[in-house]
């Protein structure tokens, strides 16, 4: 199966990014879609969506999209989450629900910085997909590719795009 993955996308969702995830099966959003229903109904359209909502999100995607969504495909366990941090600075929620869960991957968003690290401690990957919008401070807007089968993680693929692109 492969998934794409993304998050702060604030509202806009473009031909780069569709091009990228085009080929997945699935696509994960960490958060702050913006946009409302609007946005939302299009990705859910381009992709079957699981999402969660951001802080910027509109209170009406709380239907659909909740705070933090636990979930398994292809013997993964997934943990996601719009505020999560790292290894060693997790937000005190996420981290509660890490160790309630004990997921294989934890998916947040909210930094707008890509970052992919193993915490070892958990025997869990974190993915933190940067942002796909182009508000914000980053320089450079990001998007995440990978395969999940038998339980395994491999053919991790990050796209770039120059924010003032």
């Given amino acids: ?6 998050s702060d996308t604030h509202g806009t969702f473009d031909e780069p990014f569709r091009r990228f995830l085009e080929p997945v099966d699935e696509l994960w959003h960490a958060g702050d879609i913006g946009g ?9 359209e381009f992709k079957p969506l699981v999402g969660v909502i951001g802080n910027i999100d ?8 909740p705070p933090y969504k636990l979930f398994e495909r292809e013997g ?11 290894p060693g600075r997790y937000d005190t929620q996420a981290r509660k ?14 930094s707008h910085i890509l970052k992919v690290v193993n915490d070892a ?45």
């Fill in 58 to 65: 509109d209170r009406i995607l709380s239907y659909d999209y």
């Fill in 36 to 44: 409302g229903l609007r946005l939302a109904a299009q990705l859910a």
């Fill in 121 to 165: 401690r958990r025997n869990m990957l974190c993915i933190n997909p940067g942002a796909a919008g182009i508000q914000g401070f980053h320089i450079v807007r990001t998007a995440l590719r990978l395969k999940l089968e038998n339980g395994k993680i491999s053919e991790l693929e990050v796209f770039e795009l120059d924010k003032n692109l």
């Fill in 76 to 86: 993964v366990k997934i943990l996601m989450t719009h505020i999560g941090g790292y």
């Fill in 97 to 110: 629900l890490i160790d309630q869960f004990q997921p294989d991957i934890f998916v947040c968003g909210h």
């Fill in 1 to 6: 199966m492969l998934i794409g993955i993304i």
